[in-house]
């Protein structure tokens, strides 16, 4: 049996291809070649690794990811993110092939809302609407009225008449959050991400006051204690641009580290800090999005496998909640990148 054959069959076990790579090949140069050979488009999330984000063709949140996905001539879209943004890719581009460099690439949030758990739980809710995260199941959207992001949650739930209930799953953090920003009484799933969820309130004052003029930057996934602190809240593109265009040079950054990269090769004259975490280790690196490496994403490309498949009543059932997202964000004037 040959290499690739045996390595292909172990892909359901491992997630990836695991084949040698000769270890002369220039994966940069390779990659390249394969984009341009195969009419394919990389897409990556701020939070993968700095030399995924180097070589992608577009680098953004989940928001402007979606967008691309929808509106790309490539035949095929490389997903350098987690699963569920691979999913929503391919809903949006059914007709293209939708690469993941590593099917285990999960998320943490997404897991923390299993559809057939949900789909008892909106039983008892029968006169609400369902807005989800856009960090969430492909079926999971089956049961979803309007997904939303993080750059466009406020603008979703806006867009709801105020006097129409709604679910908000499956993010209790961003849930709570947009309790207070928007005034609606939303019921929330008690679901989380365990990257945004790791902040330490202590050493972040500790941190703040050995950094006075520091401004303290968190993502709407963080818990409100530590929301509660910030000078600036917002998506990971909220993020970077407030870090762009705000006078402080020096920033506490309370999200996935990978966001990092992006902020220093725009700003290279600021200070970036990683915001400490309640653990011994001094990253906050989401271990789902960095299972992608560029080995993984090479072989990917080279065997155009791992793909990512749905059946076809996912696809017809939840594409609806991302399409009423993109309208309320193309209404609202929002372009994510
Ligand atoms: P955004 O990039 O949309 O802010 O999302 C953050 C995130 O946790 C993605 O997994
Ligand atoms: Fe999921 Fe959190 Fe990782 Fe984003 S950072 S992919 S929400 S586990």
Not at 129 to 140: D, Q, R
Not at 278 to 302: G, I, Q, R, S, V
Request: glycine share 4%; charged share 25%; with cysteine.
């Amino acid at each position: 049996m040959s290499t690739l054959t045996l390595a292909r069959e172990n892909l359901d076990r491992k997630g990836f291809l695991d084949l040698d790579i000769d270890p002369q090949l220039d994966l940069a140069a390779a990659i390249n070649r394969l984009k341009k050979e195969k009419n394919a488009v990389i897409l990556a999330h701020y939070y993968q690794d700095s030399d995924i984000q180097d070589i992608a063709d577009y680098i953004g949140d989940s928001l402007g990811l979606s967008q691309q996905a929808a509106v790309t001539d490539a035949d095929i879209i490389v997903f350098a993110g987690v699963h569920f943004m691979a999913e929503t890719a391919k809903m949006l581009s059914p007709q293209k092939k939708v690469l993941l460099p590593d099917l285990k690439a999960g998320c943490s949030l997404a897991d923390s809302c299993p559809a057939p758990v949900f789909r008892e739980f909106k039983k008892k809710y029968p006169d609400h609407v369902v807005v989800s995260y856009i960090n969430c199941t492909a079926e999971l959207k089956t049961l979803t009225d309007i997904c939303c992001t993080s750059t466009n949650a406020v603008q979703v739930i806006e867009s709801i008449p105020a006097d129409q209930k709604i679910i908000f799953a499956p993010d209790i953090n961003l849930g709570k959050y947009l309790v207070q920003k928007t005034g609606r009484d939303m019921v929330l799933w008690n679901g989380a991400c365990m990257v945004h969820e790791i902040f330490s309130h202590e050493k972040i004052v500790k941190l703040r006051q050995r950094h006075p003029r520091a401004k303290f930057i968190a993502h709407p996934e963080c818990e409100p204690h530590i929301l509660e602190m910030a000078d600036f809240i917002g998506s990971t593109t909220g993020l970077l641009k407030y870090t762009i265009a705000d006078a402080a040079d020096e920033f506490i950054v309370a999200t996935e580290s990978g966001i990092l990269h992006q902020m220093q090769k725009s700003s290279p004259h600021k200070t970036f800090i990683p915001a400490p975490p309640d653990n011994a280790c001094a990253c906050n690196d989401c271990p789902h999005m960095k299972l992608n490496t560029l080995e993984k994403l090479y072989l990917c490309m080279e065997y155009e496998q791992p793909e990512i498949t749905l059946p076809e009543w996912v696809i017809a059932q939840g594409r609806a909640s991302i399409d009423r997202m993109l309208e309320i964000s193309a209404r609202a004037g929002l372009v994510s990148g």
